[in-house]
């Protein structure tokens, strides 16, 4: 079985900075793509940033500039730095992972977290 948790969302003043962390563990073989996907009150989930094994990274035009997305293979972790934050960036943010994974055979899959709640008020 393969977990996936997310940690560091919180409350936040307009302009500050959060940094969230999505940890998978388990049965994991190897780790290919993994992003972040946020969804606000009344609107469709919709990704926010999202990186490869190698490094490629792709960023939602509302965060460029302001965010960055970073990985740590060696501790199957994933990480949003978010600066400069505004009221719209205020969602719940999930983390999606991509791999191969192991379980008497190899199968390639992905799992969710079950979201942070990221806050942006004054």
């Known amino acids: 079985q393969v977990q996936v948790a997310e940690s560091g969302g919180g409350l936040v003043q307009p302009g500050g900075s959060l940094r969230l962390s999505c940890a998978a563990s388990?049965?994991?073989?190897?780790?290919?793509?993994m992003g972040w996907y946020r969804q606000a009150a009344g609107s469709e989930r919709e990704l926010v940033a999202s990186?490869?094994?190698?490094?490629?990274?792709i960023y939602a035009d509302a965060v460029k500039g302001r965010f960055t997305i970073s990985r740590d293979n060696a501790k199957n972790t994933v990480y949003l730095q978010m600066n400069s934050l505004k009221p719209e960036d205020t969602a719940v943010y999930s983390c999606?992972?991509?791999?191969?994974?192991?379980?008497?055979?190899?199968?390639?899959?992905?799992?969710w977290g079950q979201g942070t709640q990221v806050t942006v008020s004054s």
């Open positions: 388990g049965s994991i073989f190897s780790l290919d793509t």
């Open positions: 990186i490869t094994s190698d490094g490629r990274t």
């Open positions: 999606n992972v991509e791999g191969t994974y192991y379980s008497g055979t190899y199968y390639r899959g992905d799992y």
